[in-house]
T-cell receptor
Framework: GAVVSQHPSRVICKSGTSVKIECRSL??????MFWYRQFPKQSLMLMAT?????????EQGVEKDKFLINHASLTLSTLTVTSAHPEDSSFYIC?????????FGPGTRLTVL | AQKITQTQPGMFVQEKEAVTLDCTYD???????LFWYKQPSSGEMIFLIY??????QNATEGRYSLNFQKARKSANLVISASQLGDSAMYFC?????????????FGGGTRLMVKP
């Protein structure tokens, strides 16, 4: 139980395009999901907390207009990187809260050319 | 100040031996939880073990145990009988407060390499 999926697992896009990453809780409902970013050889940094039916809470320094988060259902949160640039290339990981624990998705590796 | 500090960027251990990965934390909240995660090269975050601030005993999960020293604010992970598959990045994380929805703060990680 408590499985979280992410799609796609890898994506390569051109600079200036937008990319949507999906995070799904497969066997439970999650009112709260989290989005993290991890640069190579670095730790996970929380980008935002996503609550179903309300606006996401962004961490300091994260541009809400660039990283759009939508948590429209209890099993799906999406992160859209708008007008992506090479510096947005990173590993994006989501997690979903279930019974006091965060369960992580497998991550999405984004490469912006 | 760093909330979670992992001072060992890389560690080697011989297969079948035990290894300790260090983690110190900083919080003024009396209620907190400490987590350890394993991240293999595939990138997924695998939960290993949890210690609550009010837990009286050190947490154990199979070959993993947590050496919790509250007064020293340390929560070191001990892996016994290392296996080649233990080679990965290990992250210590902390959640402050009672609310399970509170954010996790991660340390910088330790890369463990198990030698055959």
């Amino acid at each position: 139980g408590a499985v979280v999926s992410q799609h796609p697992s890898r994506v390569i896009c051109k600079s200036g395009t937008s990319v949507k990453i999906e995070c799904r809780s497969l066997d439970f409902q999650a009112t709260t999901m989290f989005w993290y970013r991890q640069f190579p050889k670095q730790s996970l940094m929380l980008m935002a907390t996503s609550n179903e039916g309300s606006k996401a809470t962004y961490e300091q320094g994260v541009e809400k207009d660039k990283f759009l988060i939508n948590h429209a259902s209890l099993t799906l949160s999406t992160l859209t990187v708008t007008s992506a640039h090479p510096e947005d290339s990173s590993f994006y990981i989501c997690s979903a809260l279930y019974r006091n624990e965060q369960f992580f998705g497998p991550g999405t590796r984004l490469t912006v050319l | 100040a760093q909330k979670i500090t992992q001072t060992q960027p890389g560690m080697f251990v011989q297969e079948k031996e035990a290894v300790t990965l260090d983690c110190t934390y900083d919080t003024s909240d009396p209620s907190y939880g400490l987590f350890w995660y394993k991240q293999p090269s595939s990138g997924e975050m695998i939960f290993l073990i949890y210690q609550g601030s009010y837990d009286q005993q050190n947490a154990t999960e199979g070959r993993y145990s947590l050496n919790f020293q509250k007064a020293r604010k340390s929560a070191n992970l001990v892996i016994s009988a290392s296996q080649l598959g233990d080679s990965a990045m290990y992250f210590c994380a902390m959640r402050e407060g009672y609310n399970a929805g509170n954010m996790l703060t991660f340390g910088g990680g330790t890369r463990l390499m198990v030698k055959p």
